[in-house]
């Protein structure tokens, strides 16, 4: 893949262009042990459904971008929306974009929507994080269990540059007390743009209560759908349902003026 440069890293890209020149494009945000090829396919399939070009990055220490050195602070989070995001938009000349986050990229997307209200046309979250809950902490404890087993280890290697690195990365920063401080909620009032909430039910990281404070907390218009015997990834589980339910939404969204400020 080729490369920018942003937050003083090399970042690892995927550009798929538009079929259409009347809608903004859309932004893709990967999880926390996600990378831009484990994205797959499903960029292309919405790209392909809505005509919108794509952008697909992996973040600093994951894939192929550059490989993390040093321990990740408690406010990572915040410094990819607030630092880094911006100069990836600036670099690529993306304008008003569609981001599409899945789990630690759904709450990037939201901190920036919330600084930059006039900046999105919409978001579309899988599996966001306002806030930290028990149940979370929990299911990365599990992670790091299947991690050390190996079974984990073994699936993310050929994905990441130094997959130790990666992982640690986002486990520590998680699992670190300091985190818990972790808190989007009081941002939400600021974001204007529709908002797209999907979260599968037996989610193993999160519970219906990140939904609900996003739905209770954003100014704008938001959609949410629960989805049935679903984990923490609805666009691979459930993937045809979640790109229905992306295209629907973005069908009566064209290239008109962004939120006010």
């Known amino acids: ?83 880094t995001l911006p100069e990836v938009l600036a670099c690529q000349g993306i304008e008003r974009p569609v981001l599409v986050g899945h789990s630690d990229g759904a709450t990037i997307a939201l901190i920036y929507a919330a600084a930059h209200p006039a900046a999105v046309s919409a978001l579309l979250l899988e599996a ?24 984990l280890r073994e699936r993310l290697a050929p994905y990441h540059t130094d997959v130790d690195a990666t992982f640690r990365g986002w486990a520590d920063a998680w699992t670190d007390p300091r985190f818990r401080a972790l808190d989007v909620t009081r941002s939400l009032p600021a974001i204007r743009a529709p908002v797209l909430v999907i979260q599968g039910e037996q989610d193993q990281y999160g519970t219906a209560a990140q939904v609900e404070a996003i739905r209770r907390g954003v100014t704008g218009r938001v959609e949410v759908h629960l989805l049935p015997a679903c984990g923490h990834a609805p666009h691979v589980e459930q993937r045809d349902v979640v790109l229905d339910t992306m295209e629907r939404f973005l069908a009566p969204l064209g290239s008109g003026p962004g939120p006010a400020n």
């Open 128 to 151: 966001p994080h306002v806030f930290v809950e028990d149940v979370t902490v929990k299911g990365i404890e599990v992670a790091q269990a299947a991690f050390v087993a190996g079974r």
């Open 1 to 83: 893949m080729p490369a920018l440069v942003a937050g003083g890293h090399r970042l690892e890209y995927r550009w798929l262009p538009a079929t259409r020149d009347d809608v903004p494009p859309l932004v893709f945000l990967h999880e926390g042990l996600g990378s831009a090829e484990l994205w797959r396919d499903f960029p292309d399939a919405l790209a392909g459904r809505t005509g919108r070009a794509a952008l697909i990055y992996s973040r600093y220490g994951y894939g192929r971008s550059d490989p993390i050195v040093g321990p990740r602070g408690p406010d990572y989070l915040e410094r990819e929306a607030l630092d």
